[in-house]
């Protein structure tokens, strides 16, 4: 049953990665449906607050086995949908086979597939791979390892930032540089220290000019005079 399940949602491309989302890059908060108690969400707040100090983490409180277990994950995913978060986690422990398997049914598939925020799975141990795990945006190990995925080290980016800002800082006094210089070349050039040095030729050779247009023009005049 659960293979056959797996070649329904194949062929409906659940699993196809032209329909997985990117996870953002450095979200407002994250969500997670999981268990309130336990070692799993303990683990994913440690990760989390040691990455990025102050992080939201929005918790919807799943039942992650039993027979609650797949009305509680749809519920957790829907709720997530309208939360203010842009990447969820889903995640429970390792367990049995029966454990798990409120991660392999169509339902959690259709709440994975439709919620419109990234979904991070990290169901049960490293070997076991449900459907949640083949429909998520991306699959983690661990619910530790799904912590790092969703967020970035704070302070790499903060380092990030302050290189990026001396560079801008270093392009902006290079371009001021090359300004001043410009400036002082133009403040030196005879046109603005000694602009008469750099008129006067202009005057005469536009004084001949105009001396040679009016000999030229009475010259064409006489020789119109001279034919009329």
């Not at 039942?63 to 009305?71: F, H, I, L, P, T």
């Not at 800002?165 to 000694?194: C, F, P, T, V, Y």
Request: glycine share 4%; with cysteine.
């Amino acid at each position: 049953a659960l293979e056959a399940l797996k070649k329904a949602l194949q062929a409906k491309g659940y699993f196809s990665s032209e329909n997985k989302r990117t996870i953002p890059h450095l979200p407002q908060a994250v969500g997670v449906v999981s268990s309130p108690t336990g070692a799993v969400i303990r683990d994913i707040q440690k990760v989390v607050w040691r990455r990025y100090p102050g992080m939201p983490i929005l918790l919807y409180p799943a039942s992650v086995q039993g027979k609650e277990a797949v009305d509680t994950i749809t519920a957790g995913l829907l709720a997530m949908a309208k939360a203010p978060v842009d990447v969820v986690i889903i995640a429970r422990g390792g367990g049995s086979a029966e454990d798990l398997s409120a991660f392999n049914t169509e339902a959690v598939a259709d709440a994975i597939y439709a919620c419109p925020k990234p979904v991070i799975s990290a169901v049960g141990h490293e070997t076991d791979v449900t459907i949640a795990d083949l429909v998520a945006d991306m699959r983690a190990a661990t619910p530790s390892m799904a912590a790092e995925l969703a967020v970035p080290v704070k302070a790499d980016l903060l380092s990030s930032i302050e290189d990026l800002e001396q560079r801008l800082r270093l392009g902006l006094h290079r371009k001021l540089d090359l300004s001043e210089q410009r400036l002082q070349r133009a403040m030196n050039s005879i046109a603005l220290d000694q602009p008469m040095r750099w008129i006067d030729p202009r005057r005469e050779r536009l004084q001949r000019s105009e001396e040679r247009l009016i000999m030229f023009t009475e010259q064409i005049i006489k020789e119109k005079q001279q034919i009329l």
